[in-house]
């Protein structure tokens, strides 16, 4: 996921690999059910003895897919397409579909971490993860994060180590 082991390097070891929380996948999804009913309505109502009825028919069809494209396909690639990795040495957030960007922030360059929960966050476990650095990107942003007590710990608890000169909590 995101970052294979072949690209470890010596010594690192993958601590946490995980995507954004599902929640961003719920508006994708009512998407697809809204779409397929109003398709399904709209093909059903359509009358027969129309004489333009195959060609109404195909028409939405063809919309029905244009939309399912945009409006779930797509942001579901996009959700399945952004992982973070966090390693013993590097926290990796990798983003995107046809083109890939990926950020590493060094465990050693991270001065901060911060965690934010809105009350409907907090039922779903996820939140926004912030992480600030000393290169050149400075604050990091992370939204819906899955798990986001653990990840904080675990980033937390890498950058103490880094910063006593431990290596994988030895």
């Known amino acids: 996921m995101a970052l294979p082991d072949h690209h470890l390097t010596q010594g690192e070891r993958r601590v946490r690999s995980f995507h954004p929380h599902w929640k961003r996948l719920i508006g994708p999804f009512l998407a697809l059910l809204l ?100 290169g050149d990107r400075g604050e990091i942003v992370l939204r819906d994060i899955p798990k986001i007590q653990d990840v904080r710990t675990d980033l937390f608890r890498l950058v103490e180590d880094a910063s006593d000169g431990e290596l994988d909590g030895r």
């Open 35 to 134: 779409i397929a009913l109003a398709s399904a309505a709209a093909i059903y109502f359509i009358p027969a003895d129309f004489a333009y009825a195959t060609y109404a028919r195909i028409a939405v069809v063809v919309i029905a897919l244009i939309l399912l494209t945009i409006w779930s396909f797509v942001p579901y690639l996009q959700w399945k397409n952004t992982a973070y990795v966090l390693t013993t040495h590097r926290f990796t957030i990798s983003t995107g579909v046809l083109n890939k960007s990926t950020d590493e922030i060094p465990i050693t360059k991270v001065n901060t971490v911060s965690s934010d929960q809105t009350f409907p966050e907090r039922l779903l476990g996820c939140g926004t993860l912030t992480v600030e650095s000393a």
